[in-house]
């Protein structure tokens, strides 16, 4: 069973950065896609980046792109969301998700649908 603890969020104000982590463990393959998704209050869950654990499958959603960095370090089984210049709308609960084997990434598979397994979230507030 793939388990996934997010930490790193917090506080910011408009302009800042911040640099969320995933610790990962239970993977059983070798090619999982994982990602970083968000949900603000009554709103849908939303991807906001992806990546392989095999390396490739970079993709980010379009209010991020230029922003936020997705990478990850496959020694210490950990996936990063590094996030710059920071914007009040960036505001949300932050997960980390991963799908089961096979399952492509990026784009149209950036959905909540195509992932298993989900960290419990960690919230990021950003302030104008």
């Known amino acids: 069973q793939v388990q996934l603890v997010e930490s790193g969020g917090g506080s910011v104000q408009a302009g800042g950065s911040l640099r969320l982590s995933c610790a990962a463990s239970?993977?059983?393959?070798?090619?999982?896609?994982m990602a970083w998704f968000r949900q603000a209050p009554e709103k849908e869950r939303e991807g906001v980046a992806t990546?392989?654990?095999?390396?490739?499958?970079?993709w980010y959603a379009d209010s991020v792109q230029g922003r936020f960095t997705i990478s990850q370090d496959n020694a210490k089984n950990t996936l990063y969301l590094q996030m710059n210049s920071l914007k009040s709308e960036d505001t949300a609960m932050y997960y980390c998700?991963?799908?089961?084997?096979?399952?492509?990434?990026?784009?149209?598979?950036?959905?909540?649908?195509?992932?298993?397994?989900w960290g419990q979230g960690t919230q990021v507030t950003v302030s104008s």
């Open positions: 998700a991963a799908s089961r084997q096979g399952v492509p990434c990026g784009g149209m598979f950036a959905s909540k649908l195509y992932f298993n397994y």
């Open positions: 239970g993977y059983t393959g070798t090619r999982y896609c």
């Open positions: 990546i392989y654990t095999s390396g490739g499958g970079l």
